[in-house]
């Protein structure tokens, strides 16, 4: 089967935005109590909104299974204060449930956490066990910048993290290192912040002992590791220089997705990291929507990227396309196997 690990509720009701803006707004109005959740959404406008769009696609492309989370760039963690991320959070978490109920063997959930700029972890945590113990989820998207631009928090591997990852190993789920939008003028949010991110968290991880702490801990960097593959040797050689571990050793907690839009991509991403550490991903409809003038098809249509790579023998590429989500999300093994997949 082909499980595609990284996949965002783009296509969500307007209700749920109108939410967002009305919660948003009420932060203007001095003295006035949070927006709690005020909405409902029906069965109809979910299946509305996902039947000719995100699951057309999905089984037009052959991909069975999709880890399905809230927009990312909608995050915003920068907003507001700690309970409007955690009202915004659960609002658009439980909208994700909805999905998982309905489509139970399209979509397996992934959770947003109520971040909020230097804010304790502690809310991210309760959100945390309730969307695994309580709704089934299967991981859970971690935001290194709620700032959204101009990271004031500290690094992912400094202690204020900590109380989210002792949660995360107790479930046993993993997190998936993901920005949100960008205030920061400089950095746009798709095609700068996100692959900054992704590149950045790395360096923080060659730089510390977090999974000594951790040794179970994982997190799949998205968007085919940002700049990391590419500068590979930069990264092998740096390590070297510092007295860090090599590799090998950060790789068993660290992997990444397929989300790179060429061929050429993903023909390096797989050539240079070990085939255990690449889950197969495309981000539909996410942040590249159009069709390559040069091949025809979809930017996001990674399945062919992948499926083209030369040398890459059938067993590596049932890895990519299954195992390896398997293994590093084992709630959504679980998942499977109680569906008897
Ligand atoms: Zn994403």
Redesign the pocket.
Known sequence: MIIDC???YTTAPKALGDYRQRQTARLGEPGAPALRLDFRIGDDEIRDSLEPHQLATQRQRGVDMTVF?PT?GAMAHHVGNAETSAHWAQACNDLVHRVTQLYPLEYAGVCQLPQSPRASLANCVAELERCVTGLGFVGC?INPDPSDGYWTDPPMTDRHWYPLYEKMVELDVPG?V?VSCSCNPNFHHTGAH?LNGDTAVFMQLVLSDLFKDFPTLRLVI??GGGAVPYHWGRYRGLAQQLGRPPMPELLRNVFFDT?VYHQSGINLLLDVIPVENVLFAS?IH??VKGVDPQTGFHFDDTRRYVDAVHGLAAPDLHKVFELNARRVYPRLDALLAAQGR
């Open positions: 990284h996949g965002h989370s990312a998207n998936m993901h996100y998205p968007h989300c981000e996410g942040a």
